[in-house]
Nanobody, 124 residues
Framework: QVHLVESGGGLVQAGGSLKLSCAAS????????MGWWSQAPGKERDFVAG????????YYADSVKGRFAISRDNAKNTVYLQMNSLKPEDTAVYYC?????????????????WGQGTQVTVSS
């Protein structure tokens, strides 16, 4: 069992930065690949970034490539999403997900566990 709690969301102006954190509880965190998803109002939840269970590989959606960076600290049971050069279209609820045991950086589409989400709002 993995319990996930996101933090770090908020209101920021376009061009600004935010760093999201996802704290995990459970002994199996380090064996899970992790992902960040975003869901804008009225839209589907989209996979934004992923990191393999070992941290050796990462994946980014084209919309955030070069602007966002995912990382993990297994000693702290935490995964991060550094968001730079934010745009109004990045406004969404961001969810952390424990994707799969010993998984790669891409999502299977069916994460095993979800956090409750954190709101990111980018003003123009």
């Amino acid at each position: 069992q993995v319990h996930l709690v996101e933090s770090g969301g908020g209101l920021v102006q376009a061009g600004g930065s935010l760093k999201l954190s996802c704290a995990a509880s459970g002994r199996t965190f380090s064996s899970y690949s992790m992902g960040w998803w975003s869901q804008a109002p009225g839209k589907e939840r989209d996979f934004v970034a992923g990191i393999s269970w070992s941290g050796a590989s990462t994946y980014y959606a084209d919309s955030v490539k070069g602007r966002f960076a995912i990382s993990r600290d297994n000693a702290k049971n935490t995964v991060y999403l550094q968001m730079n050069s934010l745009k109004p279209e990045d406004t969404a609820v961001y969810y952390c997900a424990a994707e799969s045991p010993y998984g790669g950086s891409r999502s299977t589409g069916r994460p095993h566990y979800w956090g409750q989400g954190t709101q990111v709002t980018v003003s123009s």
